[in-house]
């Protein structure tokens, strides 16, 4: 079953909750706001043309790695 609600029925629902909960609610939503942040990683433009200038030179040099090498590289970077 999956319920629906419109977020002027959430607000209407969250300003008749008391002070206390109000605070609460306000906590649990600043929490997963802080823990989202601190998941996401970014990398940089220039990491990535880094990455692809190494990339390309490989390429170019007519270079190979293993399978496994290449496996475990990527595993890293995720």
């Known amino acids: 079953m999956k319920a629906t609600i419109s977020l002027?029925?959430?607000?209407?629902t969250i300003q008749?909750?008391?002070?206390?909960?109000?605070e609460w609610l306000l906590g649990k939503l600043q929490e997963n706001?802080?823990?989202e942040k601190e998941e996401?990683?970014?990398i940089?433009?220039?990491?990535?043309?880094a990455g692809i200038?190494?990339?390309?030179?490989?390429?170019?040099a007519g270079r190979k790695r293993p399978i496994d090498e290449l496996?475990?590289?990527?595993?890293?970077?995720v």
């Open 33 to 35: 706001i802080r823990n």
């Open 44 to 49: 940089s433009k220039e990491e990535i043309l």
């Open 71 to 77: 496996i475990k590289e990527l595993e890293n970077a």
């Open 8 to 12: 002027d029925s959430l607000w209407q």
């Open 16 to 22: 008749s909750l008391s002070v206390r909960n109000q």
């Open 40 to 42: 996401t990683e970014y």
């Open 53 to 60: 200038d190494a990339g390309l030179k490989d390429l170019k």
